[in-house]
């Protein structure tokens, strides 16, 4: 027998951020931020961010969006700001049944931009539900090799 869960549009949909202690720490700071939210501000969006040489990359998963319709990608006071608005529905139809799905919502992240990083070097592009963002980092913004220091005993 298969277990399954019952689920109720009633129940209550917060659960205690401690929940998530045992999966992982980002599993916990994301629930953290979702307990904090309002509910009018737009939910984070999951973003991976990196250094490629001497280029910022951030990555944003955003399947089901139009990119030039749905995502605005703007630079202010220092911080890369990406927005997006999706909006899916499914209809399925069959001999006297009608179900529909639909998906919606505000998405927001603020990430915020080394000093000197300037607008015309970012660069957007959007493939197979995945938004890339790419920003040429400034010569004293770039990660030096890191320096082993010695250690004194006292």
């Not at 501000?41 to 319709?69: C, H, N, Q, W, Y």
């Not at 909006?87 to 399925?92: D, I, P, V, Y």
């Amino acid at each position: 027998m298969s277990d399954l869960l019952k689920w109720s549009p009633f129940a209550s949909r917060w659960t205690s951020p401690f929940n998530t202690v045992l999966r992982s720490p980002a599993d916990l700071l994301d629930s953290m931020e979702r307990m904090f939210q309002t509910p009018v501000s737009p939910a984070p969006i999951r973003v991976e961010e990196f250094v490629d040489g001497k280029t910022l990359v951030v990555r944003a998963e955003m399947p089901g969006v139009d990119p030039d319709k749905d995502v605005e990608v703007t630079m202010d006071d220092g911080f890369l700001r990406i927005r997006a608005e999706r909006q899916e529905k499914e209809e399925h139809r069959d001999k006297g049944s009608y179900r529909s799905e639909f998906r919606y919502g505000s998405f927001s992240r603020n990430i915020p931009l080394p000093d000197g990083v300037k607008e015309e070097d970012i660069k957007a592009s959007y493939t197979n539900g995945v938004l890339e963002v790419r920003a040429t980092l400034p010569e004293q913004a770039q990660a030096a090799e890191p320096k082993k220091l010695p250690i004194t005993r006292g």
